[in-house]
């Protein structure tokens, strides 16, 4: 069974950080690119990261760049964001997923195979002092 869990949510304080977790069952995720996207309240959901399985390569949003870091341990089937300098705009709820859609200005990253598609439930990440 296709599952992936996200973990690592919590409050914290403007300028703190979080590591969040996205453990994948059922298969294996160098095989696929995975992506975190974020659901503020009122907002739609927009994806913030991606790590492609082509070539490892990372791509971030520009409102992310330079504070996220996205990355993979193959070994526990885990991709992680790093969070670092917390704002209260990143406040919402983080999903990962077996796609990718990131929005920068150098351009728009979409990966997306239709027969493999998942999401996890999410977790909860409040900014605020």
């Known amino acids: 069974q296709v599952q992936l869990v996200e973990s690592g949510g919590g409050l914290v304080r403007p300028g703190g950080s979080l590591r969040l977790s996205c453990t994948a069952s059922?298969?294996?995720?160098?095989?696929?690119?995975i992506g975190w996207f974020q659901q503020a309240p009122g907002k739609e959901r927009e994806g913030v990261s991606c790590?492609?399985?082509?070539?490892?390569?990372?791509y971030y949003s520009d409102a992310v760049q330079g504070r996220f870091t996205i990355s993979r341990d193959n070994s526990v089937n885990t991709v992680y964001l790093q969070i670092d300098n917390l704002k209260p705009e990143d406040s919402g709820v983080y999903y990962c997923?077996?796609?990718?859609?990131?929005?920068?200005?150098?351009?728009?990253?979409?990966?997306?195979?239709?027969?493999?598609?998942?999401w996890g439930r999410g977790t909860q990440v409040t900014v605020s002092s």
């Open positions: 059922g298969f294996p995720i160098d095989g696929r690119s």
């Open positions: 997923a077996t796609r990718c859609g990131v929005r920068a200005s150098s351009g728009y990253h979409f990966e997306e195979d239709s027969r493999f598609d998942y």
């Open positions: 790590i492609s399985s082509d070539d490892g390569r990372t």
